[in-house]
């Protein structure tokens, strides 16, 4: 009686499957044209401003026509400058963010799962944190000189705090219930700590390293704002000191597409450890 | 054998969740323990499980007493608490550290076959209902055979059909080994349903009041006279417990730890 119950509640959990499935690539479809529509306003603003320039409404000087930006970025990967400082950058970023991470996880996770580390730690770091990053810049200068060293540590710190946060923060709102199944299972700590803290963490962990790396984009920018010669940063600087905004919005866009890729890859790279979320990433 | 003796349990704001619980299960027993809200029904299945400490009295398996979670004791919460991230049958693998991987392997597959979701082995516990995640729980719970297996209301937010057929899968699985079961529900039906012996308990504090034996044949049949007569007196039981708590006679221990105390 209760067997064939239980087959009937599989039929109709596999006919509801069926049954669901057009209904879902429907709105696939849906969902496809909804982005088509998010590019309609920037371009529609775009072409427009682009005729407004073309038949002489407007001048273009201080704000050039798409053309002319393209132009401008086409030349600069030409002459091969755009590599050159889009690599500085990118290397300025890449290991300022890999020092404030490391930093980051380890106190964050000592802080996290220790009460008597958090309460010698944590008042400290969270002083430390309502510093303005960027006052930091002079002091970087002095003790680091003016090259790489003090750039890479102005990013490493912009990084640091939102990973420290967001790991310790992680580890503390991990479920007791989870826990729990761990302590019946007789697990030491190390044991709690590999099979259950840790995969309970890496989504948040996930989000903490991406908003650190957001930041540490912010931070090039200031850092190399403070005195470079090579970086995109250096050429918003150039372009603004030889009045060429088509070199400034050309930098703009090189970092939009270079911010967005790393925080793409960063997602595509921890997407397989975050795989089993039960979320609703599918719809958003 | 399962021994309960003077066990008291009193949190640090004062309340006082269990006093003096005097209980032996024996061995391949399900005892039901059945009881309105607040009486410390799953206070109990804590200390037995080792997940908090008692504050007076002892727990014995056997000829050990009982001081932390035990590899003997095994627990099914009221909620599934599947590890999101591990597959159907790494859930269940969970606790089987030690043991070989061709051991760990045919224990879990045979454990899936019994609950049914052999097909669902490689999904994860997102993809399942709750009555069949609930059935993942209890393999993981029955997966390393334990002697005493703690059941915390684990059917209690399914639908009366799911729950049926959960019910013949846990008496599948305690066919097998025949472990000790201590089973805590507010549901009468599923107790008869399941149990030798009831136990009904008693809030502020939470105590035993009564014990009933539930002496009928397996397979239950759940439409006879003598499952319903069963049911007519846990029930009896149940609203002697709840109606008048202070003015029910007590018990003979009380009366003796009362003797004491003056």
């Known amino acids: 009686m209760t067997g064939q119950a239980t087959s009937n509640a599989w039929s109709s959990h596999e006919g509801a499957a069926a049954l669901a499935a057009p209904a879902f690539t429907e709105k696939r479809r849906a969902f496809d044209w909804r982005i088509l529509l998010g590019f309609f306003l920037p371009i529609a603003i775009a072409l427009l401003w682009e005729a407004a320039v073309r038949t002489g409404l407007a001048q273009g000087r201080l704000v050039p026509p798409p053309s002319r930006i393209f132009a401008t970025l086409w030349g600069l990967a030409q002459t091969g400058e755009l590599w050159t400082h889009t690599w500085m950058t990118l290397w300025r970023v890449l290991v300022g963010f890999v020092i404030g991470a490391v930093a980051g996880i380890v106190l964050g996770a000592l802080s996290g799962s220790s009460q008597t580390i958090r309460q010698l730690l944590d008042p400290t770091l969270q002083a430390l944190r309502a510093i303005p990053s960027i006052a930091w810049v002079p002091l970087f200068i002095l003790w680091l ?40 299972f007789r697990l030491s700590r190390a044991q709690l700590a590999r099979r ?26 200031a850092a190399e704002f403070m005195g470079a010669s090579e970086g995109l940063g250096y050429l918003l600087v150039d372009g603004q000191q030889m009045g060429k905004p088509d070199q400034i919005l050309a930098a703009i866009i090189a970092f939009a597409l270079l911010g967005k890729t790393a925080d793409s890859l960063l997602v595509a790279g921890t997407k397989p450890l975050v795989r089993w979320q039960d979320t609703v990433r599918e719809r958003l | 054998m399962l021994n309960l003796e003077h066990l008291s349990k009193t949190y640090a704001d004062g309340t006082r969740a269990l006093s003096d619980i005097n209980l032996t299960v024996h061995e391949g027993e399900i005892v039901s323990l059945i009881g309105g809200s607040g009486c410390g029904k799953t206070t109990l299945l804590r200390l037995i499980a080792g997940l908090d400490r008692e504050s007076a009295g002892r727990i014995r398996l056997d000829d050990e007493v009982l001081t932390g979670p035990h590899p003997s004791v095994g627990i099914v919460f009221q909620e599934p608490r599947l590890l999101p991230w591990l597959s159907v049958a790494d859930n269940i693998a969970f606790g089987l550290d030690g043991v070989s991987t061709a051991e760990k392997k045919a224990r879990v597959a045979h454990a899936l076959d019994k609950i049914g979701l052999s097909e669902h082995a490689a999904r994860w516990p997102r993809d399942l209902s709750g009555g069949q995640q609930q059935r993942v729980s209890i393999a993981r719970a029955f997966v390393t055979n334990p002697k005493v297996l703690l059941l915390d209301e684990p059917f209690s937010a399914l639908d009366a059909f799911t729950r049926a057929s959960l019910h013949e899968h846990l008496l599948g699985l305690w066919e097998e080994t025949r472990p000790t079961v201590v089973l805590v529900t507010h549901d009468v039906q599923e107790a008869v349903t399941l149990a030798d012996r009831a136990i009904v308990m008693q809030p502020k504090p939470g105590r035993i009041f009564d014990e009933l034996p539930l002496t009928l044949s397996r397979p239950r049949d759940k439409t006879g006279l003598p499952f319903e007569t069963s049911v007519r007196r846990v029930l009896t039981a149940l609203d002697h417990s709840l109606k008048a708590p202070q003015q029910q006679p007590q018990r003979e221990r009380d009366r003796q730890a009362a003797a004491l105390w003056w």
């Open chain 1, 145 to 184: 000189g003016i090259f790489e060293a003090s750039k890479v540590a102005l990013i490493a710190v912009g990084v640091f705090f939102p990973v420290y946060l967001g790991i310790a923060g992680a580890i503390l709102s991990v479920d007791r219930k989870l826990v729990e199944v761990g302590h019946v």
């Open chain 1, 196 to 221: 259950i803290l840790l995969p309970a963490v890496l989504p948040e962990a996930v989000i903490a390293l991406r908003s650190g790396l957001g930041l540490g984009f912010m931070f090039v920018v």
